[in-house]
């Protein structure tokens, strides 16, 4: 006996092409740095529906572009991880900026210092993004938030101690919250940060009681064509490296500025991250009128329609 097929009844109405992006993000050329996804002209997606996108491209954020609800910004942006909506996050901030520009959805205001700017309203509230550049060397910097120093981790702290030994520099660590809470400690030299193992295990008995997002390691790297060199170590979900968070490098670098140790590295350094999974990411760190900028230069690499 056949069985009759029954149709599949049919989606009500046309999907809307939505314009879409793959960008990466803190990179001097593409496929070195951060990828994002953005979805352009999202209006009329519920959040439920964006969580569902964010799952599906799989990619660490996305990005969804829609109207200001005030005259006083740009562009408005959400932003989701697979998993949850964030408020801010610093890669997918300077993502999006360029994709709004690429896109001609926006139109930067002039400076006095002869720069441009956008804002960009999110969960975070108005957050200015500075636009140095044209074209290929364009290169976007987008305001983080102020740091808070919460404990200090000297070498003789137990938890930092036993995770990375004789690796560690004079200076030890911290817990520091910039938006998102981090424990970041000071390595001896470039070699000692490259060549460590991760210990995610070790890193979540770490960084679990401060309730911090992960750990960031640093070095310094006189001589060398970046300034530091940064890793970000986050344990969730058995570990994982990001090769390139503007979010670690802001709060560390506003740390640094702010204990004081920041005197060698001037008021514009570049940071090295990524390299150790398969990257090679530059992150651009700015300090100017007592605030903390991070940034850098971002590349399309796929452009097309989303249809949902």
Do not use: K
């Not at 006996?1 to 992006?21: C, D, K, N, Q």
């Not at 990466?24 to 352009?40: E, S, T, Y």
């Not at 002209?41 to 959040?47: H, K, M, P, V």
């Not at 030994?165 to 030890?172: F, V």
């Amino acid at each position: 006996m056949v069985t009759p097929h029954t149709a599949t009844p049919a989606a009500s109405g046309p999907r809307r092409a939505r314009r879409f992006r793959h960008v990466d993000v803190f990179a001097d050329r593409p496929g070195a740095g951060n990828p994002l996804a953005v979805v352009l002209d999202a209006e009329g997606l519920d959040a439920a529906t964006m969580q569902r996108i964010a799952a599906w491209t799989n990619v660490i954020e996305t990005c969804f572009v829609l109207p200001p609800t005030t005259a006083d910004a740009s562009y408005r942006v959400r932003i989701f991880t697979p998993t949850r909506e964030l408020p801010f996050a610093g890669h997918p901030s300077v993502g999006t900026a360029h994709a709004v520009l690429a896109a001609g959805l926006a139109t930067p205001r002039p400076v006095a210092d002869g720069t441009g700017q956008l804002v960009q309203e999110c969960g975070a509230g108005l957050l200015p993004v500075r636009i140095e550049g044209e074209g290929a060397a364009r290169t976007l910097f987008v305001q983080a938030p102020p740091v808070a120093v919460l404990a200090r981790l000297d070498r003789g702290e137990s938890a930092l101690a036993a995770l990375l030994g004789d690796r560690l520099a004079g200076a030890g660590g911290a817990v520091i919250d910039g938006g998102r809470r981090w424990c970041v400690a000071e390595l001896r030299d470039e070699a000692a940060v490259r060549g460590w193992a991760p210990d995610f295990a070790g890193i979540a008995a770490l960084v679990g009681p401060p309730e911090a997002i992960g750990l960031a390691l640093f070095a310094r790297t006189p001589g060398r064509d970046h300034a530091l060199v940064v890793r970000a170590l986050m344990p969730q979900g058995g570990g994982y490296e990001d090769p390139a968070s503007g979010a670690a490098n802001a709060a560390l670098a506003g740390y640094l500025q702010a204990t004081g140790q920041a005197t060698d590295l001037g008021a514009r350094y570049t940071v090295s991250q990524g390299r150790e999974v398969g990257r090679d990411a530059r992150l651009v760190l700015l300090h100017a009128a007592g605030r903390t900028w991070v940034g850098g230069r971002c590349h399309d690499v796929v452009q097309g329609r989303l249809r949902w």
